[in-house]
């Protein structure tokens, strides 16, 4: 049997990768693309907690890592958020980093997190970014109004809608593998505690003088609609009765 948990359930990530795709396809209709979108985030948070727990049944498997994100003009430092608010809410822990070049600012993301967060995070925000950059390509700006300012502030609201579905998503997973527990068995939540606490640690040592992000201030009016296009991308909605295939049978035999 392969144990690491990202090997063991290719078939599933194959799955999610597909879905988001469609979700992306500008041909699919917004009630076709929130259905992909909620079947891929349902995926995810499963995908995410049955990788947690197998790798708590087979010691080394699944270890803490780490990756840089550098995130393009235009808009970069709104992309990094997006970024790093999506890697928090799937258990990674996300530092945003600045770099001054002669060509203005470059931002970045340093993520730390077990490998299948990780790759759960790059999953889902490879789509996110997608589907935000076409949704936002397509709405005007209100005459008169900035354009860079109405778009910043159309991603932020497009971030906080995503951020907060997400965050009901993994919720209602782990509350199921809470509840479909063993008896004698340890709780998906306390696996999930010591993985937080391992990644957080791992961040510190890396930045031990790790200091607080300011919040910014935006200008536009574009949130209210970009938040409105975050609640149609349908991330907390539970659709799917949550089916951890391959990864459950891997850690029922470990």
Avoid at 10 to 27: H, S, W
Avoid at 60 to 84: H, N, S
Avoid at 185 to 205: I, K
């Amino acid at each position: 049997m392969n144990t690491h948990p990202v090997g063991a359930d290719a078939p599933i990530l194959a799955k999610i990768r597909k879905l988001l795709a469609k979700a992306e396809d500008q041909a699919a209709t917004r009630q076709e693309a929130e259905t992909y979108t909620a079947k891929a985030a349902q995926l995810i948070a499963d995908y995410g907690i049955d990788a947690a727990l197998l790798a708590a049944a087979v010691p080394g498997a699944d270890v803490v890592g780490d990756r840089i994100v550098v995130l393009e003009r235009p808009f970069g430092k709104d992309k990094a958020e997006l970024l790093a608010d999506v890697a928090t809410r799937l258990r990674c822990r996300a530092v945003l980093r600045t770099e001054r070049t002669s060509e203005g600012k470059v931002y970045a993301v340093h993520l730390f997190g077990h490998e299948s967060d990780l790759v759960r995070t790059d999953l889902l925000f490879t789509s996110l970014l997608l589907q935000a950059t076409g949704l936002l390509a397509r709405t005007p700006v209100p005459p008169g109004e900035h354009k860079a300012a109405f778009r910043r502030s159309w991603l932020a609201g497009f971030r906080v809608a995503i951020v907060r579905r997400l965050a009901a998503t993994e919720a209602d997973a782990t509350r199921s593998a809470d509840a479909g527990s063993a008896p004698g068995a340890r709780s998906a939540t306390l696996v999930l505690a010591d993985r937080s606490r391992a990644v957080t640690e791992a961040m510190h040592d890396a930045y031990p003088r790790l200091g607080t992000a300011r919040q910014r201030s935006l200008s536009g009016s574009g949130m209210p609609g970009g938040y409105a296009a975050g609640q149609r991308a349908d991330l907390g909605e539970t659709r799917l009765s949550g089916q951890r295939r391959a990864l459950g049978r891997a850690r029922a035999r470990a």
